[in-house]
């Protein structure tokens, strides 16, 4: 009966499908429950009380089932390693990703470390940048500074300016008075001469 079950689910050719509804064994199974019968050669037919669909030496059976074994556990694998990639292909599929990340990584690494120097010479060229508008700024400042106290100056002095001329056009004012009471007394002394 275990046989039957093991061409159902692993067998899926239509001869095996024949073999196993009519309830023969092949000689594949038959090697199969030689196999898992306990006991030396002579008495493995006994204990399970089996007999063979036909009679054969017990070597010539057991070497052609062998082979038949080996061709189908090797098919199995075969389909088992398609549906299911086995260890050292995931481990082999795994070391080419970790290589490819690796080498991702690398690359990011290498443009981080290329990012961080622009970064570190443009942060040296902007505190330049930066050092010098300060020095411009106190320059300036203290330009401006001058402008105003220049400015001041000069209301000062256009103050003092107006204010001179203011008291030089009344000194020509008291000039020409003076100068007209002089003639006055020229006259008069003049006059008084003659």
Known sequence: MKARQLILENGSSTESSVVASQGHLTLTEWAELEAEAAGTKEDGFLKKNLQPSESRPLVAVKSSALRKDKEKVVVMEEEIQERNPSPSAEAGSLTV????????????????????SKYEAHAAELAAKVKARKKCEAARSLELELLDRLEVNCNEMSSQQSLTEEQLSEMEVQLSEVEKKNQQLSKQTNNTLT
């Open 97 to 116: 990703e970790h290589a490819a990340a690796k080498t991702s990584l690398e690359e990011k690494k290498k443009q981080l470390h290329e990012s961080e």
